[in-house]
């Protein structure tokens, strides 16, 4: 069970296409990330966006653009990808809470993904 | 900075085996432990966690206990199901926003 949906579940591009992938949550969180996962490799963190911000960028490469329009949508803008860029890109959210001034992350809750092949 | 450290895999067992899936850590501070569980075709969920030392998380028959002194999180269950078969990763969170994933460890189950 998850209140965390991401659309397309599976999507092949070309090198010179532009797609976008879509992440939801409908848990009330007021953060959401970009995970990319690749096989045998631990997943990456690409994005965070705290209250609709961008607050982490992992060195991701400027042909993955995301986009954060309110706290309940994540969307990545894809363009120009490599081969290499071939993976599971997951959507997470959770709740950032705030004690005694210091913010704290509880725990991250993901969607089933995106399968991105890149021809 | 921060690394976990777990086998890949894949680890394969008969029905009704005991499991266990080792997990170390390296980490400033009291950082929280987490378990999540990939299925075929899904996304991460998270099986269970524990937020301080010697706190033990469990849920589903699955079971992991915060070892501050050895830095371990290893995960146990004493009687696996073909259900169970999936890829399982250990993870830890310390500070604002940093979630640092293992490898992932695939277990494979045999009726």
């Known amino acids: 069970e998850t209140g965390v949906t991401q659309t397309p579940r599976h999507l092949v591009m070309g090198m010179t296409n532009k797609k976008s992938l879509k992440c939801e949550q409908h848990?009330?969180?007021?953060?959401m990330y970009w995970y990319k996962q690749s096989a045998k490799k631990p997943l990456e963190l690409m994005f965070v966006?705290?209250?609709?911000?961008?607050?982490e960028n992992n060195s991701v490469p400027s042909r993955f653009s995301p986009e954060c329009p309110n706290s309940s949508h994540l969307f990545l803008h894809l363009h120009t990808l490599q081969p290499e860029d071939s993976a599971l890109y997951l959507c997470?959210?959770?709740?950032?809470?705030?004690?005694?001034?210091?913010?704290?992350?509880?725990?991250?809750?993901f969607g089933p993904g995106t399968r991105l092949t890149v021809l | 900075g921060n690394s976990v450290t777990q086998m890949e895999g894949p680890v394969t067992l008969s029905e009704e085996a005991f499991l266990t899936i080792n997990c170390t850590y390296t980490?400033?501070?009291?950082?929280?432990l987490f378990w999540y569980v990939q299925y075929p075709g899904e996304g991460l969920q998270l099986l269970l966690k524990?937020?301080?030392?010697?706190d033990k998380g469990s849920n589903k028959g699955f079971e992991a206990t915060y070892r501050k002194e050895t830095t371990s999180f290893h995960l146990e269950k004493g009687s696996v199901q073909v259900s169970d078969s999936a890829v399982y990763f250990c993870?830890?969170?310390?500070?604002?926003?940093?979630?640092?994933f293992g490898i992932g460890t695939k277990l494979q189950v045999i009726p």
């Open positions: 997470a959210s959770s709740q950032v809470l705030t004690s005694g001034g210091h913010p704290t992350l509880d725990t991250q809750y």
């Open positions: 848990l009330g969180h007021n953060a």
């Open positions: 966006y705290n209250f609709k911000e961008q607050t």
């Open positions: 980490a400033t501070g009291y950082p929280s």
């Open positions: 524990a937020t301080k030392a010697d």
């Open positions: 993870a830890l969170r310390g500070g604002y926003q940093k979630v640092t």
